[in-house]
T-cell receptor
Framework: SQQGEEDPQALSIQEGENATMNCSYKTSINNLQWYRQNSGRGLVHLILIRSNEREKHSGRLRVTLDTSKKSSSLLITASRAADTASYFCATDGGEYGNKLVFGAGTILRVKS | EAGVVQSPRYKIIEKKQPVAFWCNPISGHNTLYWYLQNLGQGPELLIRYENEEAVDDSQLPKDRFSAERLKGVDSTLKIQPAELGDSAVYLC???????????FGEGSRLTVL
């Protein structure tokens, strides 16, 4: 089962540009997290935003959460070639309870 | 601090053969997860442990999959017998409690021929 759906499925940009990825989910949540996965590697946690928060920043990352629209966005500013990876949103709460449920991910390619 | 360690990183077996994956979580993390990741998809939870107890194994195909976490530390995931459709990456993760950041291992990539 996959709660979140990322959009777009794939994104290709030039180094220095900003990258925006969106995540929509179906049920109420407690928390939403974003993870990065480099090819052939495990997932790395980027940021967690709670359902009562609207925006969080971490370095070049900015995450927003709109619970009324059941959606979140991840913005990576001034992208670098090293940002090339798959990005997943994951949620817990609602009908999924304590289970952390991942979306299918967005593949980001940053061209140098 | 050592991260989550998984082995083997790669395994190729014939269908109907057994296979086992091992995971050593981050020291002190009482919650351990096994996830299955198919190509182009996000991870899907197979089983979650709180210490030695499997608290969520609803997605584990129990006819051929088994897992254990003896002494609440290391964990083993076994498939017997393996089928072609089991080809995937098996990810182990650990966390402090069940809500919050998960720390993932590098994964074990299984190919069933």
């Amino acid at each position: 089962s996959q709660q979140g759906e990322e959009d777009p499925q794939a994104l290709s940009i030039q180094e220095g540009e900003n990258a925006t990825m969106n995540c929509s989910y179906k049920t109420s949540i407690n928390n939403l997290q974003w993870y990065r996965q480099n090819s052939g590697r495990g997932l790395v946690h980027l940021i967690l935003i709670r359902s009562n928060e609207r925006e969080k920043h971490s370095g070049r990352l900015r995450v927003t959460l709109d619970t009324s629209k059941k959606s979140s966005s991840l913005l990576i500013t001034a992208s670098r070639a090293a940002d090339t990876a798959s990005y997943f949103c994951a949620t817990d709460g609602g009908e999924y309870g304590n289970k952390l449920v991942f979306g299918a991910g967005t593949i980001l390619r940053v061209k140098s | 601090e050592a991260g989550v360690v998984q082995s083997p990183r790669y395994k190729i077996i014939e269908k109907k053969q057994p296979v086992a994956f091992w995971c050593n979580p981050i020291s002190g993390h009482n919650t351990l997860y096994w996830y299955l990741q198919n190509l182009g998809q996000g991870p899907e939870l197979l089983i979650r442990y709180e210490n030695e107890e499997a608290v969520d194994d609803s997605q584990l195909p129990k006819d051929r999959f088994s897992a254990e976490r003896l002494k609440g530390v290391d964990s083993t995931l076994k498939i017997q017998p393996a089928e072609l459709g089991d080809s995937a990456v098996y990810l182990c993760a650990s966390s402090l409690g069940f809500a919050g950041e998960l720390f993932f291992g590098e994964g074990s990539r299984l190919t069933v021929l």
